[in-house]
């Protein structure tokens, strides 16, 4: 076995984001993708944590593409001294000039939004993890690379990508270091996905990394037509009741994915023709990347992005006036509804009845956008309580995420795997899942569900070796946190206390909850006062 191979696994071990892998040969270092962690307040607090490696001693990075849970830590990366690469396809490279630069804009104005929140006033005032700035200079050292042809991005080490069908430029990553041969799959798409072919890599190889996310879903294979029919039914009932129409929008792929639909029904005459508010500017700058690509992409019909009843808003001042509309379809990000304009829509829209929520992509443990699926009655934007009273739908056939049939099958073309099939990009239970069915299909001499923080040993022909755990509290921040349970607790504190009819019982419940609190704080204090007297 060749000892000096080793992959740790920094983000995207039992969580969806923060796709970061690290190759270390022969004392070189090589990064496939450095992304943003995304969900939970504990979660994203990650991203604020050090890097787990010496950023000076990057040789080079590898991009899958430039979905900002994979891209989003560059700026920061290049902001702490990486001088070298970033390797990509073309159509990533132009698209992470607008996605770089926007994740710069949102971290300062999300950052100065919450310094100025009154509830903060007491608190440190907050720095933004990078800015604008960062992100632009981050873009420009991007290096692109064309499908299929071999490159070598560290001396020592050889690489290819291949189409991976789950938006525009995205590929997987095949690596030969050290005579090991790796694949990283990347996120995969679907069957049928708009705009791209579905995946191509080859078979072969010591060791794969496949994403997880819907390892434990399995959907309807639908057509492009049966995705419109389910989304004309959904916007037919919603402009009927006579709100809004809101769909919270991944900038990236989904937005134009749904123009792609919406322009075909409206002319169809299939639903009807309001305006339709794109409102992002993320959005809009990706929108023109497609159309500079719209001829090597399929199911374009024509220009579909400049459709009459499309809107693209680019002023904030105009995307507050939104607020007074009602009859409209409203599209923006962020998809998660972490960020973003999406938030003062939700804000503005969930306390009517008359109003819809569309969710068209997947919500991450702890995100805003799953505590709606998930049924919250009452849930906290920006420091505010929001009653939720708006019909909140969700449809799956927009996922850009293979199901798990998708992944069986990619990782079934993979073979013969001699080595290690790691399993990463999923929540606990999707993980879970796809292990066990791998397992009994024996798809590799290993199947390993990596934990944050853990580095193998990779050789040619043999499973990979534990050599590192994990660290306890990096496993700790995925999922829900206390901030989740905070939120959901205070959002219906009020109510629940009012269901005491009793003003003194009422009383007497404040009390208690009040001496829970005392009760840690003297313990703590009497810890602290015995850890000094030792």
Known sequence: MNKDLSV??????????????????????????????????????????????PVNQIDAVILTHAHIDHSGLLPRLVAEGYEGDIWCTAPTSDLLEFMLADAGRIQESDTARRNRRHDRADQPVFEPLYTEQDGLAAWQKSSTVDLEQWFEPVKGVRARLWNAGHILGSASVELEIGGVHILCSGDLGPEHKAFHPDPESPAGFDHVVCESTYGDRTRDHLTIADRRQLLEGEA????????????????????????????ALISAG????????????????????????SEALEDMEGHVFDHPAFHY?????????????????????????????????????????????????????????RTLVDGAIRVRISGEDVAVRAQIRRIDSYSAH????????????????????FLTHGEGPSIETLRRLSQSRSFAQTIVAPAMGETYQLGSGAGAKRIKTGDPALE????????????????????????????????KAIAAMRDVLNRYREVRAAHGRRAAGR
């Open 8 to 53: 740790t696994f920094h983000g995207a071990a039992g969580t969806v984001t923060g796709s970061c892998m690290e190759f270390c040969h022969d004392g070189k270092r090589l990064l496939v993708d450095c992304g943003l962690f995304q969900g939970s307040r504990t979660l994203e607090m990650l991203n604020r944590s050090p890097f787990a490696f």
């Open 236 to 263: 037919t009932a919603a402009l009927a009741r006579g709100g809004n129409l809101v769909i919270p929008v991944f900038a990236l792929e989904r937005t134009q994915e749904l123009l792609l639909d919406l322009a």
């Open 270 to 293: 299939k639903i009807p023709s309001v305006p339709v508010f794109i409102d992002s500017p993320l959005a809009n700058r990706a929108t023109s990347v497609f159309s500079k690509y």
């Open 313 to 369: 808003v680019e002023d904030v001042n105009e995307s507050i006036r939104l607020n007074s509309l009602t009859g409209a379809i409203i599209l923006a990000a962020s998809g998660m509804c972490e960020g973003g304009r999406i938030r003062h829509h939700l804000k503005h829209n969930l306390a009517r009845r008359e109003s819809t929520v569309l969710f068209v992509g997947y919500q991450a443990e702890g995100s805003l956008g």
């Open 402 to 421: 293979a199901d798990q049939q998708d992944l069986l099958a990619w990782i079934e073309a993979r073979q013969p795997i001699a080595g290690s099939l």
């Open 476 to 507: 700790a921040a995925v999922g829900r946190d206390w901030q989740n349970s905070y939120a959901d607790f205070t959002t219906h504190l009020k109510a629940e206390l009012a269901r005491i009819e009793d003003v003194e019982a009422r009383l």
